[in-house]
Antibody, heavy 116, light 108 residues
Framework: QVQLVESGGGLAKPAGSLRLSCEASGFTLSDYNISWIRQAPGKGLEWVSYINSRGDTIKYADSVKGRFTISRDNAKNSLYLLMNSLRAEDTAVYYC?????????WGQGTLVTVSS | EIVMTQSPATLSVSPGERATLSCRASQNIRSSYLAWYQQKPGQAPRLLIYGASTRAAGIPARFSGSGSGTEFTLTISSLQSEDFAVYYCQQYDNWPRGFGQGTRLEIK
């Protein structure tokens, strides 16, 4: 069955970095676009970034532009979100989701906490 | 940027009754590029409806979506206990993809 599994979350200091990973199974990752979405504690959903199947179309929310970098390695069936210059307001559960324009499959999320 | 606004913020409904959730876009959404998601505590969101009115795979027929342009509705007929959750709408017409702030559906 289709599965997405995020990893790499944890505690980071303000101005620090983390790299999140998203591994796919049950489907061929290279055939699909992927988005990252985050959810701050007790808050709603915020779309963060998008990468198309070939990796040549990338989008970011204004809130992360210039700080976050999305990439993919189709050979490893994996996708990444490199987060630099982290801020307290980046604290959230980060989900990767298969993007068929709607988001049809989601991972269970990985928690990122930014605190000194 | 298209801003999505959901109403009400909280909806109290008795099991077996009908729930109607609204989602309004600040600009016209072309081709009904509108999705609805359900999220239960501690879980990832689940896709219910895409294209404003097409149920995703495995979604019960009691869930239906309607609307076009700037006004969209999710209707849940005959609420079951497992339907009490938070519901989000999302536009995928243009960038950035935007979600509504959510409607919490609670048991009356």
């Amino acid at each position: 069955q289709v599965q997405l599994v995020e990893s790499g979350g944890g505690l980071a200091k303000p101005a620090g970095s983390l790299r999140l990973s998203c591994e796919a199974s049950g489907f061929t990752l290279s055939d699909y676009n992927i988005s990252w979405i985050r959810q701050a504690p007790g808050k709603g959903l915020e779309w963060v970034s998008y990468i198309n199947s070939r990796g040549d179309t990338i989008k970011y929310a204004d809130s992360v532009k210039g700080r976050f970098t999305i990439s993919r390695d189709n050979a490893k069936n994996s996708l990444y979100l490199l987060m630099n210059s982290l801020r307290a307001e980046d604290t959230a559960v980060y989900y990767c989701a298969r993007d068929i324009m709607a988001l049809d499959y989601w991972g269970q999320g990985t928690l990122v906490t930014v605190s000194s | 940027e298209i801003v999505m606004t959901q109403s009400p913020a909280t909806l109290s409904v008795s099991p077996g009754e009908r729930a109607t959730l609204s989602c309004r876009a600040s600009q016209n959404i072309r081709s009904s590029y509108l999705a609805w998601y359900q999220q239960k505590p501690g879980q990832a969101p689940r896709l219910l409806i895409y294209g404003a009115s097409t149920r995703a795979a495995g979604i019960p027929a009691r869930f239906s979506g309607s609307g076009s342009g700037t006004e969209f509705t999710l209707t849940i007929s005959s609420l079951q206990s497992e339907d009490f959750a938070v519901y989000y709408c999302q536009q995928y017409d243009n960038w950035p993809r935007g979600f509504g702030q959510g409607t919490r559906l609670e048991i009356k």
